[in-house]
C-alpha cells in the first residue's frame, strides 16, 4: 500500500482508513505517516474499544482522528461521537444526514447538530435507544457498497465480499 500511496502527489497527504478493518488494517497508514487525518470506520474498526487503540497509535504519530460514519447508521455515528470526545487528536465527525429520510427515526434522539457542534450525551450507553419498531419496517441488505469494479482501488485487496 505504501508504494501505491507514495506513487501519487507527494506534495499532498491524505486522509484514509475508513475501508481498512481493525488496527491491523490501520498501522501501516500510521507507522508510515503517510497520511495526516486517519478515519476509521466505527464497524469496521471493532467498535469504541479498537477506535481508542487506532487513536492512540495515530496520536503517537501526530495524526488526527475523523470517523468515517454515516455507513453504518447512526447509532455507530453516537459510538463514534464518544470515541471523538475521548481522545486528544479528534478532528472532526464525518456525518451522512440527508441520505434516507428515516434516518431521523431510527435512533431516539436524533444527533442534532447545532452551529456545527453535536452534544454528546449522557444518557446510559451510547445515550441513545434504537426504534425497533420502525427499523423492522426496514430489513438491512446489508453495508451496500458503491458500484465500482473490485480492481479499481476503493478496497483493500480481498476484502471487496466483505460485508458487515
Known sequence: ??????SRDVTRRAVLGERSATIFGERELIEEELVDVIQPDTGRAGGITQMK???A????????????????GPDAEYAALHVLAAIP?????ERIDD?????????????EQVDGLIA???????????????????????NV?????????????????EHL
Open 1 to 6: 500500500m505504501r508504494d501505491e500511496i507514495l
Open 53 to 55: 487503540k487506532i487513536a
Open 57 to 72: 497509535m495515530a496520536e503517537a504519530h501526530h495524526i488526527q482522528v475523523a470517523p468515517h460514519s454515516g455507513s453504518l
Open 89 to 93: 487528536n479528534a478532528l472532526i465527525l
Open 99 to 111: 441520505d434516507w429520510d428515516g434516518r431521523r427515526h431510527t435512533i431516539v434522539p436524533h444527533p
Open 120 to 142: 454528546v450525551p449522557d444518557a446510559p450507553a451510547l445515550g441513545c435507544d434504537i426504534d425497533e419498531t420502525f427499523v423492522a419496517r426496514f430489513p438491512s441488505g446489508g
Open 145 to 161: 457498497s458503491v458500484p465500482v469494479p473490485e480492481d479499481g482501488g476503493s478496497y483493500n485487496p480481498g476484502t471487496y465480499n
